[in-house]
């Protein structure tokens, strides 16, 4: 394995980081999840631009241009030779001293590309959907640490997967501080009610990722009535259908919330309909390399 740091490969014993890097002492840095499906990098564009919006709010510069990085991404999947990937990119604020001041940073902020394989949740959990849970920890305020940067301190999200498997589920609902649904550990979440579409608007507590707005997108040209508006616990309880998307794990159903069964109990019509033309626009978009 290779392992990209700062404009260098490494193998994977050797790819380190120093102790003092502020991204391993405060989690203070920015990361993207992205895939590559049949040597084509799945929105490319729209991760390496989240990334440094994420690295703008938080001000930390990324020491090379959004095109660099897009060649540093497919130089990092050519030298592991991999048609089908999971690609973590990491920019932290780099290596300082131990006090948290970014500006004890003086070096350059550290740029880590990490391409492997990864498979979220066992292929039984698409077969027959997962089991959710709310947990009591609900997603950061936006106006402590806002959702939409993909930071690379995640102990909000981690506490709250905790939770999940404490109590024997596989994913933790997280609500916003209103007590709306907001999403999952690392998932944007889904209903179906009457054949049309439901998801949290980005604000508070949502991450806009960037599987949900493809999906968006799909249901839309499908003409399927898409509606991004807040959502309670009992509307998800009540829908016929619920699954949620994220980069790593996709699509995946969810058949059971808070002890009740959803829909059917099986993986509904329409998140099949929607995991096979998500597949399919996998196949034919993305950055070939
Ligand atoms: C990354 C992430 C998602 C999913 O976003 P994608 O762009 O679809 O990968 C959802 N929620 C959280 C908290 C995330 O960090």
Redesign the pocket.
């Known amino acids: 394995m290779k392992i990209y740091i700062n404009g260098k490969f490494y193998e994977k014993q050797d790819a380190k980081v120093s102790v003092f890097d502020h991204g391993l002492l405060y989690g203070d840095g920015v990361f ?3 895939r590559s499906y049949s040597r084509l990098v799945f ?1 490319l564009r ?2 390496i631009d ?1 990334l440094f919006e994420s690295a703008h709010s938080i001000m930390l510069d990324v020491p090379m241009t959004k095109s660099q990085m897009v060649r540093a991404v497919v130089e990092t999947l050519k030298a592991n030779k991999l048609n089908n990937a999971y690609i973590r990119l990491i920019v932290t604020r780099g290596e300082g001293d131990l006090g948290l001041d970014p500006r004890k940073c003086r070096g350059q902020a550290t740029v880590i590309i990490i391409a492997d394989n990864i498979a979220l949740y066992p292929e039984k959990f698409y077969k027959e959907g997962l089991s959710i849970i709310t947990v009591p920890t609900v ?1 950061n305020l936006p106006e402590a640490l806002n ?1 939409q940067i ?1 930071s690379l301190n ?1 102990l909000n ?1 981690i506490l709250a997967k905790i939770e999940a498997v404490n109590s024997g589920c596989d994913e933790a609902i ?1 609500l916003d501080s209103l007590g709306f649904v907001a ?6 979440i889904f209903i179906v009610k009457k054949n049309q579409l439901y998801t949290p608007p980005q604000c508070m507590g ?9 999906i968006l997108e799909i249901a839309k040209k499908s003409r399927v009535a898409v509606h991004e508006h807040v959502i309670t616990r009992h509307e998800v309880y009540i829908s016929d259908e619920c699954f949620l ?5 996709e699509i995946i159903p969810v058949v059971r919330v808070d002890g009740r069964m959803i829909g059917t109990g099986r993986p509904g019509g329409m998140t099949l309909k929607l995991m096979k033309k998500f597949r399919e626009l996998t196949k034919k978009s993305g950055v070939k390399y």
């Not at 999403?183 to 944007?188: A, I, L, S, V």
């Open positions: 993207e999840g992205i929105k729209e991760h989240r997603r959702p993909k995640y999200n997280m999403e999952c550990t690392g998932d944007n949502t991450l806009r990722g960037i599987t949900r707005d493809a998307t994220g980069t790593a794990a």
